[in-house]
């Protein structure tokens, strides 16, 4: 008999207008009078965050700004960000924007209070223990970091991406405020987009998926696919705006208690190496990992297709299948992601070292089909030489 486990402790705020309300949400929480806010340049410029930092400081918080985080994470930003956080005595850490600045504030409020540098926490050397409190206010609608329990950030000197991951990094809130999204231009937004649909796919299908997280999976397949294409061409669609950032928080409530798998390994690897944007990477691979799972998993991925719409619910399991993989393709190419071997400083002779990061990446394993070094690399070769046809 199957059995599994959900658990998230996070308190999640969702409507137009929700992020005005933030300073009665902290103090109704007791999170401290001292915070320590982070974000990233693009965010402050599009005028986001001061509205947030002054409500608060009306409210009567003390609030110190930290800025320095780059778009694929890195672990000396957090470990500046953690000195940040000490001398300025916070007591809780509010995250505000994309994926960057949620992994990057988690990893903040970890290291702050206990010192070590990431790794110490991604390898077992240090314990997960007195974390800060987390508040996350999402303003793309992607990474689906405001509910989940890791962080995935770069380790400089050697390009590792690395997973820090414990219940204990769950923010205690997450508010999601639709109207914080329309800001996010047309290429973030079908990037973060792909970002969540991946999340939902490869939390439904991996091996340590369960009930509750396909349900949420399947929710969220549905609302990324009939959105995201109308966000991404009239980015101010109220509905569109909102079933999207719905969808990416679904998402993230799906693999966030089950896992991610190939494409995420295969993708965290482009941008440890590259510093490719992570949903970028995640759309160029998409359509190869899934023809590779489905080849021994045509069941699921049957289902895939026919929860996502691109076939009918009467149709046999390899039209279905056939039908997937074509959508899919149709899909990113919908969004003009750019093809791999068109993305910046990517070279075949990197090949053995892509694969070797993807490889060791902690997610292998839970992939819903095995995969080797071999198909790892045979996987990158055909989205690297491979064009698709319209």
Do not use: W
Request: hydrophobic residues 40%.
């Amino acid at each position: 008999m199957e059995s599994y486990s959900y658990f998230c402790s996070t308190q999640i705020e969702f409507g137009e207008g929700k992020s005005k309300h933030l300073p009665e949400m902290l103090q109704f929480l007791h999170a401290g009078s001292s915070l320590l806010v982070v974000s990233d340049p693009g965010v402050i410029r599009a005028g986001l965050v001061l509205p947030i930092q002054r409500s608060l400081e009306t409210a009567g918080f003390k609030v110190t700004l930290f800025d320095s985080i780059a778009q694929n994470p890195r672990d000396t930003d957090c470990l500046a960000g953690a000195e940040l956080f000490r001398r300025s005595a916070a007591d809780a850490v509010i995250a505000i924007g994309g994926g960057s600045a949620m992994d990057t504030g988690k990893t903040i409020a970890l290291c702050g209070p206990n010192g070590g540098i990431p790794s110490d926490y991604a390898d077992g050397l240090r314990p997960y223990s007195k974390i800060a409190p987390i508040i996350c206010v999402p303003t793309t609608s992607g990474t689906g970091s405001e509910v989940t329990r890791s962080a995935v950030i770069t380790e400089q000197a050697t390009h590792r991406k690395m997973t820090l991951k414990h219940a204990l990094l769950r923010p205690i809130l997450a508010v999601l405020d639709p109207l914080l999204t329309y800001s996010v231009p047309p290429s973030v937004t079908a990037a973060t987009g792909v970002d969540a649909l991946v999340h939902a796919i490869e939390g439904y299908t991996c091996k340590v998926s369960n009930p509750i997280s396909q349900a949420l999976g399947a929710s969220a397949m549905r609302k990324i696919v009939g959105s995201l294409p109308d966000v991404y061409q009239y980015g101010a669609n109220r509905e569109a705006r909102k079933e999207m950032l719905e969808g990416s928080l679904l998402a993230g409530l799906c693999f966030g208690s089950a896992d991610v798998a190939a494409v995420h390994c295969l993708a965290e690897a482009l941008g440890g190496l590259y510093d490719t944007p992570h949903g970028v990477a995640n759309a160029v691979f998409l359509p190869y990992v899934l023809r590779f799972n489905a080849e021994e998993n045509k069941e699921i991925h049957s289902r895939l297709s026919k929860i996502m719409g691109f076939a009918e619910e009467s149709e046999e399991e390899d039209q279905a299948v056939s039908k997937l993989i074509t959508g899919i393709q149709d899909f990113v190419y919908s969004l003009d992601i750019p093809h791999l071997k068109d993305l910046p400083g990517i070279k075949e002779e990197d090949f053995p070292r892509i694969v070797e990061l993807a490889y060791n990446n902690g997610s292998t394993q839970s992939n819903v089909r095995s995969v080797s070094r071999s198909d790892y690399l045979q996987i990158l070769t055909h989205a690297y030489f491979s064009k698709v046809s319209h």
